[in-house]
C-alpha cells in the first residue's frame, strides 16, 4: 500500500489508513492509481455544457487546467454543476429558474467538496449566475481555490459596425415597428454572436469576470482574454499548477476576500460602468465571506469613482477593446489612488504589482480628466417609491433622462407589459411599473432585457419611457430601467401601491425616485392591499419562501427554527384509541 505525506491535507480523511482501504478501492475503480489516490486532490468544478456559448468550450479549457495540476503533483478531479443560459431564458417563464440557480450551483460545489474532502478549488465558469455562484461557494467553504473565467465571444458585426447579442434584442423591436426588413433581422441573428464566449460587452458575465480578477482569485488578465484566445489556455494551465501552491502553503480564499478587497471589486465596477446585477452578486458574496457589503457601499464608493470605459451596451467597446487597451492592470493605472493596492492576489502578486506590470491605457479607458461620467456608471435612487434602494445603470442612459418625471403605466407582470407593447399601448411620457417580480414575487426575481430592449431599440419611445420594477434587468440593459425596487411588492414594499396615472419622478444625480402621492393616500391603499397568491412549486416555492431583499443580495435565509421538545407519552393510555 502506498503511503505517500499526506499531513495536514483534508483528502487524507478519504484516502489514508486501513478504514479507507473501501474508499481506495472506489477510487481504483475510477482509475486513478497509487500515486493519484495519495497525491492532493483537487476539484475542478466545471460549469460545462452544449447550451450556453459561455460554457460550451469549458471542457477543452478544463483540459489545460487539469494539466497544471498535474505537472504539479495533484490529482485532479473534475465534476460538473449547472449553468442557464440567461439570453435563451429571458422573456419567458425559464427566466424565473435564473437567480434561483446561483444558489444551486453554490450548494452543489460546496457539496461536493465536503462530501470528497477536495484539497482545492478550481472553479471554471463564465456568464451571470455562474461565477457569482462559484465565488459564494468558494467563501463559503475557506479552502485553497482559484477561478478561471471562461472569457469572452468576440464581437460580432453587422452593416459594418460591431454587434453583440443586446444589438440582436433591440434590432427585435426596429423589426416589429417597421425599421428593419426580415432579411435584416435575419443577417444580424446569424452575424452578431459569432461563436463561444460570454457576450461580448460589459454585461453580467463580464463584470463579474472583472470583480473576481480584483477580488485576487484569478489570475492576471483572465478576465479580458477572450474565449479563444491562446492566453487564456496558458492561465488555465498556470492556474491549475498554482493551486497546489497555494494548497502547500495553506492560502485560503478568506485571505483574499476582504472589506477592502471587494472596495476595489465596487471601484472597478464602477469605473467600467458594469451591469446592476453585481449589486446582487457583490453583496453575496461578501455575505458568504462574512462581510457587509450593501448598496451604501456602492453609494459611497461611487461619489470618488469615474467612469471611465464606455463599454456596450451603452458605448461602442466590446471586451477584446478592453483587453488590447490594457485590460485591468491598465485600468487600477487611472484609479491608482482609489484602489487598496497591497491587496494579494492568487498568483502572488498585489494589486499593485499587477497594475506597475501593466501597459498603459490609451483609447478605452479614459484619463480621469476625460471620464465617461464623474462619477461611477451604478447609481442607488431612494425615496418612498424604495425606501430600501433601487439602482440603475445610470452609465448607460441619456442624460436628458437623468430626470424624468412620467405617469404610471401598472402591470402585474413583464409578460403583461410586452403584451401592451405589442398592442401599441406605450406611450413616449410613460412611466412604465412591472411589479409582483421580485426574488419572492416573482417568483425568483427574472431579468428583463425584453421589455427594456423594446424601450431602447424604438426610435418612438427610446429616451422618451422609463420603466421601474422590483425584479432585475441584464447587463445589457440600457436606457432608464430601475431595478431592485426594494422592499418588492410580493413583500408589502411601496412599489404595490402604484395606481395607473400616478405620477412617478426620478433624478439620478440626486439619487431619488418618489411617487407624487400623498402619506394619507398611500396608507388608505395599503389598507385595503392583499398580498397575492404565489402560484410556484418545487425550487422556485422553496426559493420564494427564503429569498431576502434585492437590497441584501436576494439570497436564501433560513428562518429560525423552534426549539423542540419531547412530548412524552402516557404509559397508561391505550395506543389504539389513539385520534388519527
Known amino acids: 500500500m502506498a503511503d505517500a505525506p499526506k499531513e495536514g491535507l483534508r483528502s487524507a480523511e478519504v484516502t489514508e489508513g486501513a478504514d479507507r482501504a473501501p474508499h481506495r478501492s472506489l477510487f481504483r475503480a475510477a482509475g486513478l492509481s497509487d500515486e493519484e489516490i495519495h497525491n492532493p486532490h483537487i476539484g475542478i468544478a466545471n460549469s460545462w455544457n452544449e447550451i450556453v456559448p459561455g460554457h460550451v468550450h469549458l471542457d477543452e479549457l478544463a483540459e489545460h487546467v487539469k494539466e497544471g495540476v498535474r505537472d504539479a503533483g495533484g490529482t485532479p478531479l473534475e465534476f460538473n454543476t449547472i449553468a442557464v443560459d440567461d439570453g435563451i431564458a429571458m422573456g419567458h417563464e425559464g427566466m424565473r429558474s435564473s437567480l434561483p440557480s446561483r444558489e444551486v450551483i453554490a450548494d452543489s460545489v460546496e457539496l461536493m467538496a465536503n462530501a470528497h474532502q477536495f484539497d482545492g478549488i478550481v472553479a471554471l465558469a463564465s456568464c451571470d449566475k455562474i461565477v457569482p455562484g462559484m465565488l459564494m461557494a468558494i467563501a463559503r467553504l475557506d479552502i485553497p481555490a482559484i477561478v478561471v473565467t471562461g472569457g469572452h465571444m468576440a464581437a460580432g458585426e453587422f452593416e459594418d459596425e460591431p454587434a453583440d447579442l443586446v444589438t440582436v434584442f433591440e434590432g427585435v423591436s426596429q423589426y416589429e415597428e417597421g425599421e428593419m426588413s426580415d432579411e435584416e433581422l435575419y443577417q444580424l441573428e446569424c452575424s452578431a454572436c459569432p461563436g463561444e464566449g460570454s457576450c461580448a460587452g460589459m454585461f453580467t458575465a463580464n463584470t463579474m469576470a472583472c470583480v473576481t480578477e480584483t477580488l485576487g482569485l484569478s489570475w492576471t488578465e483572465c478576465a479580458t482574454h477572450g474565449a479563444t484566445d491562446d492566453r487564456k489556455f496558458e492561465i488555465a494551465r498556470e492556474s491549475g499548477r498554482q493551486i497546489l501552491d497555494l494548497v502547500q502553503k495553506d492560502v485560503r480564499p478568506s485571505d483574499f476576500l476582504t472589506r477592502e478587497a471587494f472596495e476595489n ?36 464608493i461611487a461619489e470618488r469613482t469615474p467612469h471611465l470605459a464606455h463599454m456596450s451596451p451603452a458605448g461602442p467597446w466590446r471586451m477584446e477593446h478592453l483587453r488590447d487597451d490594457g485590460g485591468l492592470p491598465a485600468l487600477y493605472q487611472r484609479i491608482d489612488d482609489l484602489l487598496h493596492l497591497d491587496r494579494p492576489t492568487v498568483d502572488e502578486k498585489t494589486i499593485g ?157 440626486e439619487g431619488v425616485l418618489s411617487l407624487d402621492v400623498s402619506d394619507d393616500e398611500l396608507r388608505e391603499r395599503a389598507a385595503e392591499w392583499e398580498p397575492p397568491e404565489l402560484d410556484a412549486t418545487g425550487n422556485l416555492e422553496r426559493f420564494a419562501a427564503l429569498a431576502t431583499s434585492a437590497a441584501t443580495g436576494g439570497v436564501q435565509e433560513v428562518p429560525d427554527l423552534p426549539t423542540p421538545s419531547i412530548q412524552v407519552p402516557d404509559a397508561g393510555a391505550d395506543p389504539t384509541s389513539a385520534d388519527d
Open 265 to 300: 471589486a465596487v471601484a472597478v465596477d464602477l469605473a467600467l460602468g458594469g451591469s446592476t446585477n453585481t449589486m446582487l452578486h457583490i453583496p453575496a458574496i461578501a455575505q458568504e465571506a462574512g462581510l457587509d457589503i450593501t448598496l451604501t457601499d456602492f453609494e459611497e
Open 353 to 509: 504589482e499587477r497594475m506597475e506590470a501593466g501597459d498603459e491605457p490609451s483609447e478605452v479607458i479614459q484619463p480621469r480628466d476625460d471620464p465617461v461620467h464623474e462619477e461611477g456608471g451604478l447609481s442607488v435612487l431612494r425615496g418612498n417609491l424604495a425606501p430600501e434602494g433601487a439602482v440603475v445603470k445610470s452609465g448607460a442612459m441619456d442624460e436628458d433622462m437623468h430626470q424624468f418625471e412620467g405617469r404610471a403605466r401598472v402591470f402585474e407582470s413583464q409578460q403583461a407589459m410586452l403584451e401592451a407593447y405589442d398592442d401599441g399601448a406605450i406611450e413616449p411620457g410613460d412611466f412604465v411599473v412591472i411589479r409582483y417580480e421580485g426574488p419572492k414575487g416573482g417568483p425568483g426575481m427574472p431579468e428583463m432585457l425584453e421589455p427594456t430592449s423594446k424601450i431602447s431599440g424604438s426610435p418612438r419611445l427610446s429616451g422618451e419611457v422609463a420603466l421601474l420594477t422590483d425584479g432585475r434587468f441584464s447587463g445589457g440593459t440600457r436606457g432608464a430601467a430601475i431595478g431592485h425596487a426594494s422592499p418588492e411588492a410580493a413583500a408589502g414594499g411601496p412599489i404595490a401601491l402604484v395606481e395607473e396615472g400616478d405620477t412617478i419622478r426620478i433624478d439620478v444625480d
